[in-house]
Structures are given as C-alpha cells and as structure tokens.
C-alpha cells in the first residue's frame, strides 16, 4: 500500500451499521467517510475519488444499485454491496452491474476490513506511474490487454466491457487453449463461487461474444466445451 492512506467511502443509511464499519476501517489505517444518501455518494465520487466505495444496496434515495449504475457512468472505482439477505437476484444484478464484490448484513467488521483490502489490493497503482509495458498493451493473437487500463482490444478495436466481462476475458486470454471451469471463471472476477455462477458466466460469455461479434469476429473466438467450461482458440 502506498504512504497515503486508501480512502473509503461508506453509503449507508444505518448509523450504527456505518458507524461500525468507519470504526473498523480507521483502526485499520483507512481514511474512512461516510454518507447516507446514494445522491449525496455520487457527487462526494464525483468531487474526489475514493479507492474503494461500500454502498448499501437499500437506501432510502436512490437505491444502491442505481447509485451503482450511475457511478459506472463516470469512475471505475471498486464497488462492495452491502445487501440485507444473500438474495441471488442481488449479486447476479450486482455483477451486472459492475460492482466488485458484496458482503451481506449482518457482517463481521473484520470481515468487511478483509474484503476492502482485497479490492485495495486489485487496484492498479495511479498515484504513479507504474512503467509496466510499452503503453501497457500486451499482445495476445488478435486480442491485445491493457491490464492497468483494464481495456481490451480485438483487431484493433477496443472493446466496450464491463469490468466483469473484461476480467472474464482477460482470465480466457491468460491461458489460451486451456479449458477453464464456470467455477474457475467466477473465482476470477467474483470472490464468492455461488449456484448461480454457471449462469451469471453464461449471461456475460454471451455479451462478450456479441461485443466480439461486433468488432469484427467472423468466428467465435471462445468456444463452449459442454459441462466443462469455456476456453479461447489458441
Ligand atoms: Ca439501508
């Protein structure tokens, strides 16, 4: 972690749930704020960026998934839920979303403090200049990563991917040829592997491939391996 303590930024409209959280993330080193109102949380992020956003799925403004949507509109800063029950519709949507990941009420303090530094650790560094590559572009057969831009590129065009559907493909270009589980997908992007990941891979392959489709893909470049995975042509 660098000098400068990571900013956080808490949206929760429960004081003592917030107040629990800020108390935990300020014993850890964090510079922890916080807001109640989703309105309010955007334009606090659109003031100053924070290094990683818990947002509250229920708030009594815009809900958390909304302030999610919008948030994605403008900053690629990591996002972790706070959802009321293990609600699949919730994580599948939040994926969706955009979001990192999501911890569900009640939560363990330490629990959430773990779940922040594992964003904070994802995060490329931009306070400097990190001189990784020339341009940061890594080529991959057709396909070209920039892995701190978090921006693929297919014969030269630039995909437009969700931050999920990039590390979905980012993963695939890793290893190219090689047949990787729905499971092992979700552990990519997704901390928790749940029942509904065969679906939520499924839902984002498909966009990936009309994104692919659209820039230029004659054939599908990801092919389906039944009951097993996906794997990119090598
Ligand atoms: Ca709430």
Redesign the pocket.
Known sequence: MSEQPARVLVV???TAIADTLLYALRSEGYEASHCALGREALALLRAQEADVVVL?V??PDLGGFEVCRQLRTFSQVPVIFLTARNDEFDRVLGLELGADDYVTKPFSPREMVARVRARLRRVPQQTQAAPVGEGGWKVHGAFAVDSEGLRIRYQDVLLDLTRYEYMLLAALLQRPGAILSRAQLMERGWDHASDSADRTIDTHVKTLRAKLRAAGALEDPIRTHRGLGYALEA
Request: aromatic share 0%.
């Open positions: 929760e409209d429960e509250d229920g708030l």
